[in-house]
């Protein structure tokens, strides 16, 4: 069965503190994914990446990078949360060009930046 | 500007009825489209899906009706449960160079009144 799991479900921050939000695949999937959900804003593409050591920039990448270390694992760093970055933040996963592109995901964290 | 659009934020069926929801598209090069629920607090969840070649595909009580011409899609849920209460978001697959990229719609909050 395909899993991906994230760290926490829930985090509560400090404005300013350095954030991690880890993200692990259990799927061997060469693609992972990092998105924010906001009400009334959909999905937002934050930044993704085809392999290992290899990043790319999304739709919203500002104020976040990302750290892809091994296969499975895809990290995502905010390097100083501030309060509109409060959202539910989604880890997702695939196979390279997959049959539609079908993407997994984890549960998500719900962050609250006060 | 957005490639994906889900016209309605969010719908009200009765149970036992049908729900249609809607998804428009504006580039004729996505070659599949998908469809995710979510519940509130977790990850999206894949739906069903259907190739551009293809004008319907069905699984059980969910069907996905496909007209390229009018760069439509529909998701028929039949007969609506209190369960399908949730987000339902219409992806687009487009390959990016070697690899497969989802574009999203808002979604709409579908909700089935017992």
């Known amino acids: 069965d395909v899993k991906v799991t994230q760290s926490s479900r829930y985090l509560v921050k400090r404005t300013g503190e350095k954030v991690f939000l880890e993200c692990v695949q259990d799927m061997d999937h060469e693609n992972m994914f990092w998105y924010r959900q906001d009400p009334g804003l959909g999905l937002r593409l934050i930044y993704f990446?085809?392999?290992?050591?290899?990043?790319e920039k999304g739709d919203i990448p500002e104020g976040y990078s990302v750290s892809r270390e091994k296969k499975e694992r895809f990290s995502l760093i905010l390097e100083s949360a501030s309060t509109n970055q409060t959202s539910m933040y989604l880890c997702?996963?695939?196979?390279?060009?997959?049959?539609?592109?079908?993407?997994?995901f984890g549960p998500g964290t719900r962050l609250t930046v006060t | 500007d957005q490639q994906v659009k889900q016209n309605s934020p969010s719908l009200s069926v009765q149970e036992g009825r049908i729900s249609i929801l809607n998804c428009d598209y504006t580039?004729?090069?996505?070659?599949?489209f998908l469809w995710y629920k979510k519940y509130p607090a977790e990850g999206p969840t894949f739906l069903i899906s259907?190739?551009?070649i293809k004008d319907k595909n069905e699984d059980g009580r969910f069907t996905v009706f496909l007209n390229k011409s009018a760069k439509h899609l529909s998701l028929h849920i039949v007969p609506s449960q209190p369960g399908d209460s949730a987000v339902y978001f219409c992806?687009?697959?487009?390959?990016?160079?070697?690899?497969?990229?989802?574009?999203w719609g808002l979604g709409t909050s579908l909700a089935v009144n017992p």
């Open positions: 259907i190739s551009s």
């Open positions: 997702a996963s695939s196979f390279v060009g997959g049959t539609g592109g079908e993407q997994y």
């Open positions: 992806a687009a697959s487009v390959w990016a160079g070697n690899n497969r990229k989802l574009i």
């Open positions: 990446s085809y392999d290992v050591k290899m990043k």
């Open positions: 580039n004729s090069m996505f070659d599949y």
